[in-house]
């Protein structure tokens, strides 16, 4: 419980109703929620106790109980070695509860708990089948001109032909002759973009074409392993990213456009085809809890994502919306963990489930 403030909290507020509770005749539990002053323990048992230690600090409990009721039996009862040995040294009656002659007391009776039913079917993956998998963080990207050279070898051809532009729409045959034109000069500046405009738009292309390098995908699945389907499942997840990580769903993040050569014109969508677009994704099965930054901590942030999936049939696997992780541009970490929360709609089904992600620098 030493891990989630949240959980004391709850452990606390159970504990309390058992406060002073009468078991059977004579026996009590007794609760002591925050612990004694350590300047009010025997000067003998600060010379064998640590008080930056839980178990010291829970035996040092005992035993001032133990004076101030002298006529009480009082006994502690532990599964761990080190407090076994250290009260039973101090004095304390202690028992190893998990002894053969104290089986019988403390066995817990199964026979009328319910077991919370879990999840055990639903598996969440990385796109390999796999609960662990790799990704490199390197960005191997060339300079501005051999970029140009490799991806637009048609620029330098392009820079020396003439453009000519059509500022009058009303220009006639006759002007066209005066000016010593020729269509396909005039076809030419109609349609294709000069030099410097598109050399312009390459460049541009190239920085947000670097920058969305940064930003790796990362795919999850969810199968159902089990025989029957499930309705109504919710996923959240959480992971701690060292600062200047960042994540994003895919469709926050578009790849840049590649420029092209040719001016472009809008057409408009016809309301047909547009009905039909959003039709498709009132029907579609899955949602996405975009990704957040939940909690900024000291050296690093939790971020949290998840999905809820209406219907996931049995021996199936589903393709989730994708993440992009961004790496900065200097990161010490190696390893990128996901826990995985699952709910479901009918009472008491959860699960728990980790993934790792290896990162190769």
């Not at 499930?230 to 590649?258: A, C, M, W």
């Not at 994708?322 to 008491?348: A, L, N, Q, R, W």
Request: hydrophobic share 30%.
């Amino acid at each position: 419980m030493k891990q989630r403030k949240k959980r004391i909290r709850n452990l606390q507020g159970k504990l309390k109703k058992y406060k002073d509770k009468e078991f059977s005749t004579g026996i009590f539990l007794k609760i002591i929620i925050y612990p004694t002053k350590w300047s009010s323990l025997e000067s003998d048992w600060v010379e064998k106790l640590d008080k930056n230690d839980a178990d010291c600090r829970i035996i040092a409990e005992i035993l001032v109980f133990s004076k101030i009721h002298p006529e009480d039996d009082i006994y502690f009862i532990t599964a761990d070695n080190t407090p076994y040995f250290l009260a039973k040294d101090l004095g304390i009656n202690t028992i190893y509860w998990t002894d053969e002659e104290f089986k019988e007391i403390f066995e817990r009776d199964e026979s009328n708990i319910k077991k919370p039913k879990i999840l055990t079917d639903l598996i969440i993956h990385f796109e390999n089948g796999e609960k662990e998998t790799s990704i490199t963080s390197k960005i191997d990207f060339p300079s501005l001109e051999t970029f140009m050279d490799q991806e637009f070898p048609e620029i330098s051809e392009f820079k020396n032909q003439e453009e000519y532009a059509l500022n009058n729409e009303d220009l006639t045959l006759n002007q066209i002759e005066k000016e010593g034109l020729e269509i396909t000069n005039i076809l030419n500046s109609f349609f294709f973009k000069d030099y410097e405009q598109f050399r312009t738009e390459v460049e541009n292309y190239y920085n947000d074409l670097k920058e969305y390098k940064k930003y790796k995908e990362i795919k999850f699945c969810l199968s159902n392993t089990g025989n029957k389907p499930y309705n109504n499942v919710t996923i959240q997840i959480f992971t701690p990213l060292e600062k200047g990580f960042d994540i994003k769903s895919k469709n926050e993040i578009e790849k840049p456009e590649r420029p092209k050569f040719e001016r472009r014109f809008q057409f408009q969508l016809s309301p047909t085809l547009m009905s039909r677009s959003i039709h498709y994704l009132r029907e579609y099965n899955i949602k996405y809890i975009v990704p957040k930054k939940s909690e900024e901590r000291e050296r690093n942030d939790l971020w949290d994502f998840g999905y809820t999936i209406k219907k996931i049939q049995h021996n199936i696997t589903l393709n989730l919306y994708s993440i992009m992780i961004k790496f900065p541009d200097d990161f010490k970490t190696k390893k990128i963990y996901f826990s995985c929360g699952f709910v479901h709609d009918e009472e008491g089904k959860t699960k728990n489930q980790k993934l790792k992600l290896n990162i190769e620098i």
